[in-house]
């Protein structure tokens, strides 16, 4: 009666187990319909967002302004300026050509829009350009007492607190003056300074001639003078064809050292976001990710709710977590870039005899486009969370998952050799190689060491010494040594779960295991494949083939408890099911099993 009620309650535990493993393989299969759904829904929404139109615009208008060449100096565009007057050249020439275009190239007049500049003729000017430069004042360093005979005169580096408030040159016009800041853009990040807004401010006209000879009367009266640190060039277009406005920005700062250091920004933007039948279907795109959103927020709340604590061991919920948090910063950028551009949008576009300020839009659009970039990236990297389907990818689950640990301690001895090796080349090669001019490029710069991709002639011209044994042992002791023992950790890992794998220690919930067997039961339902036997029907098909074989009834007894006793053992030592369901492995069935082992050919049989 007793052994009866044993395997009366095994059963029974079996029983409920089978079931919460068949109810957790169904709810994980709904999240992970749901969850695709929702990562076409994002696929779409942020593939809308973004066009080839937006690159080719960017490459034809950096083309026009950056690399077209100064008439009779074929070295000389915006990119390669080094002096002030190789500046008032790209201002009197390339820059001006390439911004008035009022008629096709036999002279003929392309439209009847008054007083405004097509560029490429597919490109409208939006607004009148702005030249606004920033100042530092006079004494914002100082000379040491040994020069002050040959030079009295000191402007240090930008900062605000020395920003030149005054005016100065001629006095009579705004571009003299200095004018406080009226608009929200943020501050600009240069090479060598982050600059704030407002300065000496003047608009170009509508008219090429008025602002070349404007151009001629800033060079002449020094309007650019040894105090400046700054100049930006701001203007915006818009195509109609590809609905797209071009935000763009030239930046040409004066450090303290002298010369002009150049950079750029062409911002090609969809501010005008639901105009077509596509951008409505876009917009319903939107309006189903808020719905996910709410959903997947709801979900995880309720968790939280249900394990409390527990919750946050998973690494899968802090990504569950991420994830969510990046999507409400996504919608709540959206919301806002919505708003701003309802507001302002409207007033820009009437201000035609005006520079109309339509950086702060596309600053914000900008934003917004990187934060759903990064959102789809963590979405897509969730997938792995339902990796257990595929043995190859819960390999490598498992290989990462057990090697994290010497991962993390082989990390710590890397990058103090890393960064020691970063600051030796920022001391020796800072000055004379632009790789390690700052110590962010110097780390840079090792990490292309390591891809290959360096500057050695360089090195070596800053120090002939030092230069050598820095790379060779950076070489030696980085790319041969260290990355090496981080690839044996991997391959020793690796190795040892496959071994695991191979004698059976792999996951009990396989997901893949459980969609072919629901696909199989809905052919066998539908009468298109027929119902396979159980594993009971199987033994005993076999068992009775193997008597028909010449096997007698005690081989054949002893197989069957060589079987039991090899399942009991998986799953007494390999099994993540509750262990208190199983009975443990007595003497005697261990026994039984070594007096057995010459019959594990026929136990394998049965087996299959």
């Given at each position: 009666?007793?052994?009866?009620?044993?395997?009366?309650?095994?059963?029974?535990?079996?029983?409920?187990?089978?079931?919460?493993?068949?109810?957790?393989?169904?709810?994980?299969?709904?999240?992970?319909?749901?969850?695709?759904?929702?990562?076409?829904?994002?696929?779409?929404?942020?593939?809308?967002?973004?066009?080839p139109?937006?690159?080719?615009?960017?490459?034809?208008?950096?083309?026009?302004?950056?690399?077209?060449s100064?008439?009779?100096?074929?070295?000389?565009?915006?990119?390669?300026?080094?002096?002030?007057?190789?500046?008032w050249?790209f201002?009197?020439?390339?820059?001006?050509?390439?911004?008035?275009?009022?008629?096709?190239?036999?002279?003929?007049?392309?439209?009847?829009?008054?007083?405004?500049?097509?560029?490429?003729?597919?490109?409208?000017?939006?607004?009148?350009?702005?030249?606004?430069?920033?100042?530092?004042?006079?004494s914002?360093?100082?000379?040491?007492?040994?020069?002050?005979?040959?030079?009295?005169?000191?402007?240090?580096?930008?900062?605000?607190?020395?920003?030149?408030?005054?005016?100065?040159?001629?006095?009579?016009?705004?571009?003299?003056?200095?004018?406080?800041?009226?608009?929200?853009?943020?501050?600009?990040w240069?090479?060598?300074?982050?600059?704030?807004?407002g300065?000496?401010?003047?608009t170009?006209s509508?008219?090429?001639?008025?602002?070349?000879?404007?151009?001629?009367?800033?060079?002449?009266?020094?309007?650019?003078?040894?105090?400046?640190?700054?100049?930006?060039?701001?203007?915006?277009?818009?195509?109609?064809?590809?609905?797209?406005?071009?935000?763009?920005?030239?930046?040409?700062?004066?450090?303290?050292?002298?010369?002009?250091?150049?950079?750029?920004?062409?911002?090609?933007?969809?501010?005008?976001?639901?105009?077509?039948?596509?951008?409505y279907?876009?917009a319903?795109?939107?309006?189903?990710?808020?719905?996910?959103?709410f959903v997947?927020?709801?979900?995880?709340?309720?968790?939280?709710?249900?394990?409390?604590?527990?919750?946050?061991?998973?690494?899968?919920?802090w990504?569950?977590?991420?994830?969510?948090?990046?999507?409400l910063?996504?919608?709540?950028?959206?919301?806002?870039?919505?708003?701003?551009?309802?507001?302002?949008?409207?007033?820009?576009?009437?201000?035609?005899?005006?520079?109309?300020?339509?950086?702060?839009?596309?600053?914000?659009?900008?934003?917004?486009?990187?934060?759903?970039?990064?959102?789809?990236?963590?979405?897509?990297?969730?997938?792995?969370?339902?990796i257990?389907?595929?043995?190859?990818?819960?390999?490598?689950?498992?290989?990462?998952?057990?090697?994290?640990?010497?991962?993390v301690?082989?990390?710590?001895?890397?990058f103090?050799?890393?960064?020691?090796?970063?600051?030796?080349?920022?001391?020796?090669f800072?000055?004379?190689?632009?790789?390690?001019?700052?110590?962010?490029?110097?780390?840079?710069?090792?990490?292309?060491?390591?891809?290959?991709?360096?500057?050695?002639?360089?090195?070596?011209?800053?120090?002939?010494?030092?230069?050598?044994?820095?790379?060779?042992?950076?070489?030696?002791?980085?790319?041969?040594?260290?990355?090496?023992m981080?690839?044996?950790?991997?391959?020793?890992?690796?190795?040892?779960?496959?071994?695991?794998?191979?004698?059976?220690?792999?996951?009990?919930f396989?997901?893949?295991?459980?969609?072919?067997?629901?696909?199989?039961?809905?052919?066998?339902?539908?009468?298109?494949?027929?119902?396979?036997?159980?594993e009971?029907?199987?033994?005993?098909?076999?068992?009775?083939?193997?008597?028909?074989?010449?096997?007698?009834?005690?081989?054949?007894?002893r197989?069957?408890?060589?079987?039991?006793?090899?399942?009991?053992?998986?799953?007494?030592?390999?099994?993540?099911?509750?262990?208190?369901?199983?009975?443990?492995?007595?003497?005697?069935?261990?026994?039984?099993?070594?007096?057995?082992?010459y019959?594990?050919?026929?136990?394998?049989?049965?087996?299959?």
């Open positions: 009666m007793a052994e009866a009620s044993r395997w009366h309650r095994g059963g029974a535990a079996k029983h409920v187990l089978h079931y919460r493993k068949e109810v957790e393989i169904r709810t994980t299969l709904q999240e992970l319909l749901l969850y695709f759904i929702f990562l076409i829904n994002l696929c779409i929404l942020t593939f809308g967002m973004v066009n139109h937006m690159y080719y615009l960017n490459k034809v208008m950096s083309s026009l302004f950056l690399d077209t100064v008439p009779g100096e074929e070295r000389t565009n915006f990119k390669s300026i080094r002096s002030i007057t190789d500046f050249k201002m009197e020439g390339p820059f001006l050509e390439g911004l008035y275009w009022d008629s096709w190239y036999n002279n003929q007049k392309l439209y009847n829009l008054k007083n405004t500049s097509r560029i490429y003729y597919e490109n409208i000017l939006l607004g009148v350009p702005r030249v606004r430069q920033l100042k530092v004042r006079n914002t360093c100082k000379v040491y007492s040994s020069f002050q005979s040959l030079m009295d005169e000191c402007y240090g580096k930008y900062t605000s607190a020395n920003e030149d408030l005054s005016d100065f040159g001629l006095k009579h016009d705004t571009e003299w003056k200095y004018s406080t800041s009226n608009t929200n853009s943020p501050w600009h240069g090479f060598v300074g982050v600059y704030r807004n300065g000496y401010i003047f170009l509508k008219s090429k001639s008025e602002t070349k000879n404007k151009f001629i009367d800033l060079r002449l009266n020094s309007w650019i003078t040894r105090g400046t640190r700054v100049v930006f060039i701001d203007f915006s277009l818009y195509n109609a064809n590809v609905n797209l406005f071009c935000i763009i920005r030239l930046v040409a700062e004066f450090p303290a050292t002298g010369g002009i250091i150049t950079s750029w920004q062409f911002y090609s933007v969809k501010l005008l976001r639901y105009v077509s039948y596509y951008d279907f876009i319903s795109c939107e309006i189903t990710f808020c719905i996910f959103l997947f927020t709801t979900q995880e709340a309720k968790k939280i709710r249900e394990f409390k604590s527990a919750y946050f061991k998973s690494i899968w919920n990504l569950e977590l991420l994830l969510l948090l990046l999507c910063v996504a919608v709540s950028f959206n919301t806002y870039c919505n708003i701003q551009i309802f507001l302002l949008l409207g007033h820009l576009l009437k201000s035609t005899e005006k520079y109309s300020d339509f950086y702060f839009l596309a600053y914000w659009h900008i934003y917004y486009n990187n934060i759903i970039a990064i959102t789809i990236f963590f979405a897509w990297i969730k997938i792995f969370k339902f257990s389907f595929n043995k190859t990818m819960s390999q490598l689950s498992s290989t990462l998952s057990r090697c994290i640990k010497d991962i301690g082989f990390a710590i001895m890397f103090i050799i890393f960064f020691a090796y970063a600051q030796l080349g920022f001391l020796v800072g000055s004379q190689v632009d790789d390690f001019s700052t110590f962010q490029n110097s780390i840079f710069a090792q990490f292309r060491i390591v891809l290959g991709d360096f500057n050695f002639a360089g090195i070596q011209q800053a120090n002939r010494i030092l230069g050598p044994i820095y790379f060779i042992t950076f070489i030696f002791f980085v790319f041969f040594v260290l990355l090496n981080f690839l044996a950790i991997i391959n020793d890992t690796y190795s040892e779960v496959k071994a695991d794998y191979s004698i059976g220690r792999r996951p009990d396989e997901l893949g295991e459980m969609i072919k067997k629901s696909y199989t039961n809905a052919l066998e339902k539908l009468k298109l494949k027929k119902a396979e036997k159980d009971d029907e199987k033994t005993k098909d076999l068992a009775e083939q193997a008597r028909r074989e010449g096997f007698d009834e005690n081989e054949i007894q197989a069957e408890k060589m079987k039991t006793w090899k399942e009991r053992l998986e799953k007494k030592y390999y099994s993540t099911e509750i262990q208190d369901d199983y009975q443990p492995v007595t003497q005697q069935e261990f026994g039984d099993g070594i007096t057995t082992k019959k594990m050919r026929f136990s394998e049989c049965l087996t299959k």
